[in-house]
């Protein structure tokens, strides 16, 4: 056991605490010193006169004096804007040298230049067996967790909380080195984003997969099942869609299951259109259903090569051969109606004098391409109706 008492560490100490991972314990007389500086600050920290750091703002705001109701916000502040990292974890070979520095840094509190009583005892309460590279925390419920910015978070050694949401709005989460190298949603669950997945991705029943952050391109580098809700926007404005991707240094598979659910942001849907989605090596599977039943009247959804190339395509559904249109009146209501296989037809309609009869001057009943039938009122101030269908 190493004893730190502030002033008498060597170099061949560290090395055992580095290589050997030699347990450490605090000297009596450090921590006296330390909790001898730290009543003087806390005497400090009770008086009126501005102490940097202490009761003072930092950098611009060092001349701001803080309430007296608001000094320990300010020092955990100060602690947690200290306290974390960006970028790729340290590799392995360079852990002993994690281990250096709590005993290391624990010299100047030591010898009471630090008035730290509290980090004194956390140094000494380490296990020196153990290095934490990343900290997940306990007792927290965690409902939203959002990835933002172009860089990583790489898990390592524990795994993802069970959030209601996970948002990969930016750049990328990590899970190769996670406890769980693949995510899977559980139902109530969802993930959306632009970013990119490390691992693979499986979506259970009641779960929800959402590309992009309104149209956009959510990368999974693995392979991809789908149970639950697959939603995906497009925009026919703007002639872009959202795109699940499955992507790695090997071959890929996107299996299909659930319900597809197609969300038109703006524009209208024509048959010809296509629609990119998906992308992988391979696909499997089916979707149970697609929401909305149709795209537009007269129009469907054709998944012939889903299983091929990702891409959901549009079709007619209308018969284009010419039919009757059929009558039924109840009081002064008019039904017209004509076969189902005839929505997407315009039915139009023009109003003229009893002496005018038939003319040119026709116009588009509203809803009428949506319906197989349409009901009107009948009114006796107009002279002559005539209704007639067309297509396209």
């Not at 040298?97 to 380490?126: D, F, I, M």
């Not at 909305?292 to 299983?307: C, D, Q, V």
Request: net charge neutral.
């Amino acid at each position: 056991m190493i004893v730190l008492d502030g002033n008498s560490l060597t170099l061949d100490q560290l090395l055992a605490i580095a290589v050997d991972r030699a347990g450490v314990s605090i000297a009596p007389a450090a921590v006296d010193r330390v909790q001898a500086a730290r009543d003087v600050v806390d005497e400090v920290a009770r008086g009126d006169a501005p102490v940097y750091g202490v009761n003072t703002g930092f950098g611009s705001f060092a001349e701001v004096k803080i309430e007296a109701d608001s000094l320990t916000r300010l020092q955990v502040n100060l602690l947690r804007s200290h306290a974390a990292g960006v970028g790729d974890p340290m590799p392995g070979v360079a852990r002993p040298a994690e281990r250096t520095r709590p005993p290391e840094r624990a010299q100047p509190v030591q010898r009471g230049q630090v008035p730290l009583p509290g980090l004194l005892q956390a140094h000494q309460n380490q296990r020196p067996t153990t290095n934490h590279p990343m900290i997940t925390p306990t007792g927290v419920t965690v409902t939203n967790l959002i990835k933002t910015g172009a860089g990583s978070l790489v898990l390592i050694s524990n795994s993802l909380p069970a959030t209601t949401l996970l948002d990969l709005a930016g750049g990328t989460l990590n899970l190769s080195q996670a406890s769980t190298t693949s995510l899977t949603l559980a139902s109530g669950q969802t993930i959306k984003g632009n970013g990119t997945l490390i691992g693979p991705l499986t979506a259970t029943a009641g779960s929800t997969v959402s590309p992009g952050a309104s149209v956009g391109i959510l990368t999974v580098k693995g392979n991809v099942i789908l149970s639950g809700t697959n939603l995906v926007e497009i925009d026919r404005t703007a002639n872009t869609n959202d795109l699940l991707r499955a992507t790695n240094t090997s071959a890929t598979t996107i299996t299909y299951g659930g319900t597809l659910r197609v969300v038109t942001l703006t524009g209208t849907i024509a048959a010809t259109n296509t629609f990119k989605l998906f992308s992988a090596t391979n696909y499997s599977g089916v979707f149970s259903s697609i929401l909305p039943a149709t795209p537009a009247g007269g129009l469907g959804w054709n998944t012939n090569t889903l299983a091929t190339d990702g891409i959901l395509r549009i079709v007619s559904t209308v018969n284009t051969t010419p039919t009757n249109i059929t009558t039924s009146l109840a009081g002064n209501q008019l039904t017209l109606s004509w076969p189902s296989d005839h929505v997407g037809w315009r039915l139009q309609v023009q109003t003229n004098s009893i002496t005018t009869g038939l003319r040119t001057n026709w116009v588009d009943v509203a809803g009428s391409t949506s319906v197989s039938n349409i009901t009107v009122a009948i009114n006796p101030a107009n002279g002559s109706v005539f209704y007639r269908m067309v297509y396209p």
